[in-house]
């Protein structure tokens, strides 16, 4: 395994944030795996990199903080770590690695009142920034290693240091990732035309509106903006050097016409939200804004985060995959937004990402609903992939099918 995990950072890098001579790194790691986060500074060199940078973050720390922390300080950014972000993002234009792991019940039977408005607060201050990542200014990419806890909710049955191996096999085998490193790159270049294909056939159509329905109640119409773009796994930086936000990945995705969502949209996976459990829960949308909604889990922890701020009850992102993928043939249920995401078909409440529409990476936030897409502190998806579910795209009243029980149709 420890090949294939070399091949990961590989990919990483070169695939991932597809590091060039002479420019930064910026890894955010946990502090519990930092073998990944070296090999991907390793390999970042060996590209010409000018400069890695890691940070370290602890899940045991971040909870006692949300624990003792008054909300004032828990609210505040520090001048220095604005400077840092300044330094780092603004003036350096880092690529952005972040290694994500996380503990599915990290937060559970913390105040999710007091996380929520320091999080809320903390993405204000530093919205500026999150604009690098958002608007594709940077290459930026969000890629998982397993930790005890999290290999331990997704694998039962298995003890720990086992169900963490089991787990690092299963990333690597979604990832598309072998011993051999030209086959690695081979399985990439044939997945990301694969991907590229599918959505230059939904650009070249223009919809003006898509439907879903499946068998669990799913009904739902929508919009559109115009000059919408449907982008797959790459995606281009500003200095236009390709790169993948997401390993693995397996999604084409748009915005909607923000106002332009009705009908019933019911989830088929549970959504881990600030570190508390969603379950069996679904919106109404009316003229694109949530109505009504319900869970059978987690209900209070949806209604905040659906309060969370004026964008918050309209959708951000729609998103293709096909019901036959590596992950979702794998059958597993990650408890983790980066692997679950790219099981299903998905949406997501909140901020829509700009690159969706031409040019609206250069319209300013206040005017994004202008162009039809919705601006929210939050982006936060759910998955809504069926077996049995039916995507038609309509053009002047013509139907296309997109998707015949739950997979692809073209
Ligand atoms: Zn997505
Ligand atoms: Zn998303």
């Known amino acids: 395994m420890d090949k294939r995990i070399e091949n990961f950072a590989k990919l990483a890098v070169e695939f991932g944030v597809n590091v060039k001579e002479g420019e930064d790194v910026l890894i955010n790691t946990p502090v519990e795996s930092p073998e990944l986060a070296r090999l991907m500074a390793k390999a970042s060199y060996e590209k010409g990199a000018a400069n890695v940078e890691v940070d370290f973050r602890d899940d045991e720390l971040t909870r006692l903080n949300y624990k003792h922390k008054s909300s004032q300080r828990l609210e505040e950014v520090p001048k220095w770590q604005i400077e840092k972000l300044q330094y780092q993002i603004a003036d350096k234009k880092s690529n952005r690695i972040s290694i994500s792991s996380e503990d599915p019940d990290l937060l559970s039977g913390l105040d999710h009142e007091k996380i929520a408005k320091a999080i809320k607060s903390r993405s204000s201050q530093t919205k500026d920034f999150v604009k690098y990542t ?115 990945t397996e999604e084409v995705f748009t915005s909607p016409l923000y106002n332009k969502v009705d009908g019933k949209l019911v989830a088929t996976k549970p959504l881990v939200y600030n570190g508390v459990v969603i379950d069996e829960f679904y919106f109404i949308f009316e003229d694109g804004k949530v109505v009504d909604f319900d869970a059978k889990k987690g209900k209070d922890t949806l209604a905040k985060m659906l309060d969370s701020d004026e964008g918050s009850r309209y959708l951000g992102e729609i998103a293709l995959v096909p019901y036959d993928s590596p992950i979702s043939n794998s059958n597993i249920l990650f408890y983790n937004t980066l692997f679950d995401e790219n099981a299903s078909c998905h949406f997501a409440l909140g901020k829509a990402y700009p690159t969706t529409v031409k040019g609206g990476a250069e319209v300013a936030d206040e005017k994004i609903r202008e162009i039809g897409l919705n601006d929210s502190l939050i982006h936060e998806d759910f998955m809504v992939g069926a077996k049995d579910l039916q995507i038609s795209a309509y053009k002047d009243d013509r139907e296309f099918k997109i998707f015949v029980d739950g997979n692809w149709a073209f």
């Open 134 to 248: 958002m608007n594709d200014i940077v290459s930026w990419l969000v890629i998982s290693v397993p930790n005890k806890k999290w290999a331990k909710k997704v694998f039962p049955d298995l003890g720990e240091e086992e169900a963490v191996e089991k787990l690092w096999q299963v990333i690597l085998d979604v990832s598309r990732v072998s011993e051999s490193w030209e086959e690695t790159k081979n399985n990439w270049q044939n997945h990301l035309e694969s991907l590229d294909s599918k959505a230059e056939y939904l650009n070249s159509h223009q919809f003006d509106k898509v439907h879903y329905k499946s068998s669990n109640g799913t009904d739902l119409w929508i919009g559109l903006p115009k000059d919408h773009i449907w982008m797959s796994a790459g995606s281009t930086n500003a200095k236009g050097d390709r790169f993948i936000p997401n390993i693995p």
